[in-house]
């Protein structure tokens, strides 16, 4: 049963990222946006903006790395939604295949093209003069952080996906999801926020997340920090994928 579901999620993902490898817009477009916000706020904002770090570019990149998934997942339910639209899911289901094994493909799928999006994006940082002294196991902490980050985005986008009654509802999703990093640690440090605006910043995901990826790449003792983003990770990924698996039992029961 197992060898059954790899293999077919492993020939469904093959089949999608053939049509990522044909619409490279498709990339290009998820990264334009969060290299424009590096570019504004590191060339036009940065000089006014007292983040406490010798290297804006270096304060910022953990933030845009988590604007670039955002961008990247509501293509995820868009391609979702006109899979379902169009009677794909139903020809699927008609063979002899693992039925989770067509999200899987999608969510697989997700995850390459958004780590092909953080590297052209870690890429661009470089040039602009991001550095740092992190060395192969914090690198690895902060994809690991990244790759769970996206998979709980991912599976939200599915729901998406599934829910929506049109093309638009099924992206529209993600606008929510993009404005949380400009009220978290993202771009400025949350003490120079009021009150209520930093209550809420201090305990929401991404500010857990991107201070534990910034100290990973500054070299700063994580503490419990890097815990308490694993666990809104963790947390999000799996209600996610559950409220995902009964949507599309029911979608296809």
């Not at 060898?3 to 990522?20: K, N, P, Q």
């Not at 509501?74 to 067509?102: E, N």
């Not at 390459?112 to 470089?126: D, E, K, Q």
């Not at 002294?133 to 599934?162: D, P, R």
Request: charged content about 10%; glycine content about 8%; some cysteine.
């Amino acid at each position: 049963m197992t060898t059954h579901f790899l293999g077919d999620t492993a020939v469904l993902t093959g089949r999608s990222l053939r049509h990522i490898t044909r619409s490279l817009d498709t990339i290009i477009t998820t990264t334009i946006m969060p290299i424009a916000f590096m570019l504004l706020f590191v060339y036009v904002f940065g000089g006014a903006i007292n983040s406490g770090s010798h290297s804006y570019v270096n304060y910022l990149l953990p933030g845009i790395l988590l604007i670039t998934i955002a961008s990247g997942i509501s293509y995820v339910g868009f391609r979702l939604f006109l899979d379902m639209q169009t009677g794909i899911f139903q020809r699927f289901h008609s063979m002899p295949i693992a039925r989770s094994s067509v999200l899987w493909a999608h969510v697989l799928t997700s995850l390459v093209a958004n780590l092909l999006a953080l590297v052209i994006v870690v890429l661009v940082a470089l040039l602009m003069g991001f550095r740092s002294g992190a060395g192969v196991v914090a690198w690895l902490e902060v994809a690991g952080i990244l790759i769970l980050f996206t998979l709980a985005l991912t599976w939200i986008a599915v729901i998406a996906g599934l829910s929506a009654k049109s093309a638009d509802g099924a992206g529209a999703f993600a606008y929510p999801i993009l404005f949380l990093p400009f009220i978290s640690s993202a771009f400025v440090p949350t003490r120079t926020m009021p009150g209520p605006v930093r209550a809420f910043a201090e305990n929401q995901p991404v500010t857990s997340i991107v201070n534990a990826i910034r100290d990973l790449f500054t070299q700063q003792p994580v503490g419990t920090g890097i815990w308490t983003a694993l666990g809104w990770c963790v947390g999000i990924l799996i209600v996610a994928f559950i409220f995902a698996t009964v949507i599309y039992r029911r979608k296809i029961s």
